[in-house]
């Protein structure tokens, strides 16, 4: 199924065309043309004050690079690093505005980031309810890309139809290989949300294919643990330390569980008593136990419900049918239940800010996957209605990482060790991309002239 919203006012030929909506056919359609061209002047480039709003300082400085960025028609992909939090999809929807490329491509992990990233593009977020776009500027319309396309003429008139495409890259993968080419030539800049998976070969391929054409890979943690760089032009990294000094990231209160006789029980018990306190303070919050397996989830599952029958326990894995998985998710975002078990989901790019306590039954292994998944937990909400973060941890010999080790050491402080191993990490890939000259290496791995 291919998915277009259309702007407000719109309506999209028949063939193309699968809208959440409809217009009468009275109502004239507006082109994406059109929309681009209500973008010119239509953002201003000022930063938030308590008392007038505007764009956050990571979100304008990031603009600003970006768009100094392209001044130089430097075609190396720029890369750029936004802590959880920080407003990384509304810098997306500024650049997109201010930039008005002709048409975009926005590139995501996951069907569900896929629906989160184009929501947000359709109403271009808040900005326009904030006044930091103009009230005179068309929403774009914006197709989502849910499987492969089989003939150039239907990559074609999707593509046409549309100023913004959201695509998964298994998506794109399945694609015949004319009408990807089609579809891809049709795109004028590409995003990537969450590059740190982009040096996968079917992320890596599709970047490939905008070698002389603008690329900007955002992401949190801008480095993977198979050592593999981003490549790339590291042109702008906002500090872990400035995110939780401004309040974009709050404060991580970590527990260590340690129990010889039954440490899931004690890690259970702990970390639903912090639901209750934090409950009972006034905070909307909600918890997440993470395990490693779905076998594992379905014995952890009896422990919450034994201890918080009240607070409606459920569980949601990949293996599940997405309409069991929509039910949980339902749950959770209506309060209808406040625990949730997790195997592997919720993971990068969600977004709920209640999210606000973790009990870890399995650690991972990695520190990259570690960093995001406490980005969770850590991002706040501009109503500053959510209390800080509290994770316990089942303590186990982490033997993968030292830095690990460091982390989830019974006395560590969160919020300087996350804040030095981040900035660690991104420094040493910035040292990475001098090394290299910021050069896009090309299959086979010589350099180009």
């Known amino acids: 199924m291919l998915w277009v919203r259309l702007p407000l006012g719109t309506q999209a030929d028949d063939d193309v065309r699968r809208a959440s909506w409809n217009r009468p056919p009275t109502v004239p359609r507006v082109m994406p043309v059109e929309v681009n061209e209500s973008y010119r002047d239509a953002i201003g480039f000022t930063e938030g004050r308590p008392d007038r709003p505007g764009l956050r300082s990571p979100q304008l400085g990031a603009l600003?690079?970006?768009?100094?960025?392209?001044?130089?028609?430097?075609?190396?992909?720029?890369?750029?690093?936004?802590?959880?939090?920080?407003?990384?999809?509304?810098?997306?929807?500024?650049?997109?505005?201010?930039?008005?490329?002709?048409?975009?491509?926005?590139?995501?992990?996951?069907?569900?980031?896929?629906?989160?990233?184009?929501?947000?593009?359709?109403?271009?977020?808040?900005?326009?309810?904030?006044?930091?776009?103009?009230?005179?500027?068309?929403?774009?319309?914006?197709?989502?890309?849910?499987?492969?396309?089989?003939?150039?003429?239907?990559?074609?008139?999707?593509?046409?139809?549309?100023?913004?495409?959201?695509?998964?890259?298994?998506?794109?993968?399945?694609?015949?290989?004319?009408?990807?080419?089609?579809?891809?030539?049709?795109?004028?800049?590409?995003?990537?949300?969450?590059?740190?998976?982009?040096?996968?070969?079917?992320?890596?391929?599709?970047?490939?294919?905008?070698?002389?054409?603008?690329?900007?890979?955002?992401?949190?943690?801008?480095?993977?643990?198979?050592?593999?760089?981003?490549?790339?032009?590291?042109?702008?990294?906002?500090?872990?330390?400035?995110?939780?000094?401004?309040?974009?990231?709050?404060?991580?209160?970590?527990?260590?569980?340690?129990?010889?006789?039954?440490?899931?029980?004690?890690?259970?018990?702990?970390?639903?008593?912090?639901?209750?306190?934090?409950?009972?303070?006034?905070?909307?919050?909600?918890?997440?136990?993470?395990?490693?397996?779905?076998?594992?989830?379905?014995?952890?599952?009896?422990?919450?419900?034994?201890?918080?029958?009240?607070?409606?326990?459920?569980?949601?894995n990949s293996r599940m049918p997405k309409t069991q998985q929509r039910d949980a998710l339902k749950a959770l975002s209506e309060r209808t239940s406040r625990i949730i078990v997790c195997v592997n989901m919720l993971g990068e790019g969600f977004d709920l800010p209640a999210l606000k306590i973790a009990a870890v039954h399995d650690p991972q292994k990695s520190l990259g996957v570690t960093l995001q998944f406490i980005g969770r937990f850590a991002r706040t909400s501009a109503s500053g209605s959510f209390g800080e973060a509290s994770i316990f941890v089942a303590r186990a010999e982490i033997e993968v990482d030292k830095r690990l080790r460091e982390l989830y050491a019974e006395d560590s402080d969160w919020n300087l060790i996350l804040r030095n191993l981040t900035e660690a990490a991104v420094d040493e890939q910035q040292a990475v991309a001098r090394l290299r000259g910021g050069i896009h290496q090309p299959p086979g791995g010589s350099s180009p002239s």
């Open 64 to 316: 600003h690079a970006v768009l100094g960025y392209w001044t130089t028609k430097r075609m190396t992909p720029a890369t750029v690093v936004m802590p959880t939090g920080t407003g990384k999809t509304e810098t997306m929807l500024a650049l997109l505005v201010a930039a008005r490329p002709e048409r975009l491509l926005v590139l995501v992990p996951s069907d569900s980031l896929r629906e989160q990233v184009a929501t947000k593009f359709e109403t271009l977020g808040v900005l326009q309810e904030l006044g930091i776009v103009s009230a005179s500027a068309l929403r774009p319309t914006v197709g989502r890309l849910s499987h492969g396309l089989s003939d150039t003429d239907t990559a074609t008139a999707f593509a046409e139809t549309c100023n913004v495409i959201v695509a998964t890259p298994s998506a794109l993968n399945a694609c015949a290989p004319d009408a990807l080419e089609v579809l891809l030539g049709a795109c004028s800049h590409l995003f990537i949300d969450e590059a740190h998976h982009v040096a996968a070969r079917t992320w890596s391929e599709v970047r490939q294919a905008f070698d002389q054409k603008p690329v900007v890979q955002f992401t949190a943690t801008p480095f993977r643990e198979d050592g593999k760089h981003l490549q790339g032009r590291s042109i702008y990294s906002f500090p872990l330390r400035e995110a939780q000094a401004q309040g974009y990231f709050s404060s991580i209160n970590y527990t260590a569980v340690i129990d010889f006789d039954d440490v899931d029980q004690a890690l259970a018990d702990q970390s639903v008593a912090q639901l209750r306190v934090d409950l009972a303070a006034g905070h909307d919050h909600v918890l997440m136990a993470r395990v490693r397996g779905v076998e594992r989830a379905k014995a952890i599952l009896p422990l919450y419900e034994a201890i918080a029958p009240d607070l409606s326990p459920v569980i949601i």
